[in-house]
């Protein structure tokens, strides 16, 4: 393969303290076929390479010339101070600028922090990179400001980092020449900002081929679906049924149902009854349920009857049962309480008339009450006065 027939690369820029790794990643699994090169740049020389044509896209610091290019911020780093690890700073969780003010505050030549006004003391010289600075604190010279992505890409074992709260702080963004926006940066962009590998916004459509394509261009172009095929479409629907103006007289062969009529029957038979309910029944509504008519249709040939309307079939409410169920009792419950009464006469008190009263307690089982009227010649003075003894039983009738 000569070098004419390479496919195109993507070459993606970036700056410190950014990993593009992931997005690295993705690209690869998306567009294996389009090898992305990675170009590591200074954050200072950042957009010259992009404005000479070195890459195509980088992840570079804001802020960043938007009348050449196009910006898209990606996130906001947070501000640390680093300092050796036996510095009083390192015993606390956060400081502010103010807690500065007696230390020596480095500032590289390639620092990306928009600063208004340095804090603490200055510097006698500054340092050439973040790298050198780094180094200074280290040697317990001072300390440094710097986001928090570069204080970990220099992380040493003798030095720490704390969170500065009211320091300014850098972005991140994704640029590229404004007139330079390709499929391929469209693509990088996607996958940036998380779109899904169909989605085809901001690319620009490109013409179909393939044998799906001309079969969709040939049916485009066919007379069923041509630019007179709706009109073709709508000339064969049926004609809508003209509605019957009102006054107007009814077909003959048409039925007719009246409120409070039923369905009529076939010839010298008496007509069905209407089982429709009369909770239905409404003021100028005919049987069937529609104002003022139900038609019936037009009678069949051979000169059969028309089929009567659908009429929704109701349930017959049975009759009231009686207020209370009674039992009759057998000939074995009513030698029994034949027996209950001869034992009772001869047991004490003396023997007595007994009524028998019964009820159902439940489905097998009788209650049954022996009212005592009071025997003469009884030797016990509650049957002389009158007053009758009452006796309960529950008798297992069997039924």
């Given at each position: 393969m000569t070098g004419s027939e390479a496919p195109p690369s993507f070459r993606l820029a970036y700056v410190p303290g950014v990993t593009p790794g992931k997005w690295v990643r993705i690209w690869q699994e998306r567009l294996p076929g389009t090898p992305l090169d990675l170009v590591a740049v200074p954050a200072a020389e950042a957009q010259r390479l992009l404005r000479e044509g070195g890459a195509d896209a980088?992840?570079?610091?804001?802020?960043?010339?938007?009348?050449?290019?196009?910006?898209?911020?990606?996130?906001?780093?947070?501000?640390?101070?680093?300092?050796?690890?036996?510095?009083?700073?390192?015993?606390?969780?956060?400081?502010?600028?103010?807690?500065?003010?007696?230390?020596v505050v480095f500032q590289p030549l390639d620092d990306t922090l928009p600063w208004q006004g340095l804090p603490g003391r200055p510097a006698i010289e500054r340092p050439a990179t973040t790298a050198d600075a780094i180094e200074l604190v280290a040697a317990g010279v001072g300390v440094l400001v710097v986001p928090q992505s570069l204080a970990r890409l220099h992380h040493r074992r003798d030095l720490?980092?704390?969170?500065?709260?009211?320091?300014?702080?850098?972005?991140?963004?994704?640029?590229?020449?404004?007139?330079?926006?390709?499929?391929?940066?469209?693509?990088?962009?996607?996958?940036?900002?998380?779109r899904t590998v169909n989605s085809t916004r901001g690319r620009r459509p490109s013409?179909?081929?393939?044998?799906?394509?001309?079969?969709?261009?040939?049916?485009?172009?066919?007379?069923?679906?041509?630019?007179?095929?709706?009109?073709?479409?709508?000339?064969?629907?049926?004609?809508?049924?003209?509605?019957?103006?009102?006054?107007?007289?009814?077909?003959?062969?048409?039925?007719?149902?009246?409120?409070?009529?039923?369905?009529?029957?076939?010839?010298?038979?008496?007509?069905?009854?209407?089982?429709?309910?009369?909770?239905?029944?409404?003021?100028?509504?005919?049987?069937?349920?529609?104002?003022?008519?139900?038609?019936?249709?037009?009678?069949?040939?051979?000169?059969?009857?028309?089929?009567?309307?659908?009429?929704?079939?109701?349930?017959?409410?049975?009759?009231?049962?009686?207020?209370?169920?009674?039992?009759?009792?057998?000939?074995?419950?009513?030698?029994?309480?034949?027996?209950?009464?001869q034992s009772a006469s001869r047991a004490n008190p003396a023997p007595k008339r007994s009524a028998a009263s019964m009820r159902t307690r439940s489905k097998g089982t009788m209650f049954i009450n022996l009212r005592s009227h009071g025997c003469p010649g009884s030797a016990h003075s509650h049957l002389r006065s009158g007053r009758p003894a009452q006796s309960s039983f529950l008798v297992r009738t069997g039924v």
């Open positions: 980088g992840v570079v610091r804001l802020p960043v010339d938007r009348t050449v290019f196009s910006a898209i911020p990606l996130y906001t780093e947070t501000t640390v101070v680093v300092v050796p690890k036996d510095h009083a700073i390192a015993a606390v969780d956060e400081v502010s600028l103010e807690d500065l003010a007696d230390d720490t980092y704390r969170p500065v709260t009211d320091a300014p702080r850098s972005g991140v963004a994704l640029s590229w020449p404004e007139d330079r926006t390709t499929d391929l940066v469209e693509d990088f962009i996607g996958i940036v900002r998380g013409p179909p081929s393939g044998r799906r394509a001309r079969q969709r261009a040939r049916r485009r172009t066919s007379p069923r679906t041509g630019p007179g095929a709706p009109a073709a479409r709508r000339a064969r629907r049926p004609a809508a049924r003209p509605r019957r103006a009102e006054g107007a007289v009814r077909p003959p062969g048409v039925a007719v149902l009246l409120p409070g009529a039923g369905v009529p029957g076939p010839a010298g038979r008496a007509a069905v009854p209407d089982l429709r309910s009369p909770r239905g029944a409404h003021p100028g509504m005919g049987n069937a349920g529609v104002p003022g008519e139900a038609l019936l249709g037009h009678p069949r040939p051979g000169g059969r009857r028309p089929e009567p309307p659908y009429q929704r079939y109701q349930r017959p409410r049975p009759p009231p049962g009686p207020a209370g169920r009674m039992t009759k009792p057998s000939s074995h419950t009513t030698r029994t309480i034949a027996a209950i009464h």
